[in-house]
T-cell receptor
Framework: KNEVEQSPQNLTAQEGEFITINCSYSVGISALHWLQQHPGGGIVSLFMLSSGKKKHGRLIATINIQEKHSSLHITASHPRDSAVYICAAKRDGNKLVFGAGTILRVKS | NAGVMQNPRHLVRRRGQEARLRCSPMKGHSHVYWYRQLPEEGLKFMVYLQKENIIDESGMPKERFSAEFPKEGPSILRIQQVVRGDSAAYFC???????????FGQGTRLTVV
């Protein structure tokens, strides 16, 4: 079993839909990253959080430390949100342990 | 305020050649991390460096791979005698402190032919 599990692996949504991507981890962490990667592109750090909830524009990230679970929500999804979303457990410093990623496609 | 800069963005090497990948961290960041993304696989930690020191290289292959972060200049990931299995995207990230938020570069896509 991987230390960081994401679901779903693939997600197709219609423009405007509310999207949720889940991440569960089995290791002790100091924080959790949510990252975005476009095909052939670089990696953008969306959030780093260690408790509660963070919001940036249409993106919301939550984490429950006791349940070892985090979610990334996208409200009013748009085709430009199509990308791979990766959660990464932050352990010793930034020795990150990554999930396999969720491939999101938003259709117009 | 430039982000993490990696170059080259794309690198093609023949089997047996050397590959040098460079990473300039964000201004004020002295902690650098290298990660590798093999085709159809997730990202994996390789090495963590702080100026002039290797802090953790537990993810580095034992042979042919080395990394440095000199007092002046960018961090370098060096792969000697490349093989086809080294073809991957190599990402660098930097942070201002050991536990600070990491910011990633655009990556270097290495193709070994």
């Amino acid at each position: 079993k991987n230390e960081v599990e994401q679901s779903p692996q693939n997600l197709t949504a219609q423009e405007g839909e509310f999207i949720t991507i889940n991440c569960s981890y089995s290791v002790g962490i100091s924080a959790l990253h949510w990252l975005q990667q476009h095909p052939g592109g670089g990696i953008v750090s969306l959030f780093m959080l260690s408790s509660g909830k963070k919001k940036h524009g249409r993106l919301i990230a939550t984490i429950n430390i006791q349940e070892k679970h985090s979610s990334l929500h996208i409200t009013a999804s748009h085709p430009r949100d199509s990308a791979v979303y990766i959660c990464a457990a932050k352990r010793d410093g930034n020795k990150l342990v990554f999930g396999a990623g969720t491939i999101l496609r938003v259709k117009s | 305020n430039a982000g993490v800069m990696q170059n080259p963005r794309h690198l093609v090497r023949r089997r047996g050649q050397e590959a040098r990948l460079r990473c300039s961290p964000m201004k004020g960041h002295s902690h650098v991390y290298w990660y590798r993304q093999l085709p159809e696989e997730g990202l994996k930690f390789m090495v963590y460096l702080q100026k002039e020191n290797i802090i953790d290289e537990s993810g580095m292959p034992k042979e042919r791979f080395s990394a440095e972060f000199p007092k002046e200049g960018p961090s370098i990931l060096r792969i000697q005698q490349v093989v086809r299995g080294d073809s991957a995207a190599y990402f660098c990230a930097s942070s201002p402190t050991r536990d600070g938020r990491a910011f990633f570069g655009q990556g270097t896509r290495l193709t070994v032919v």
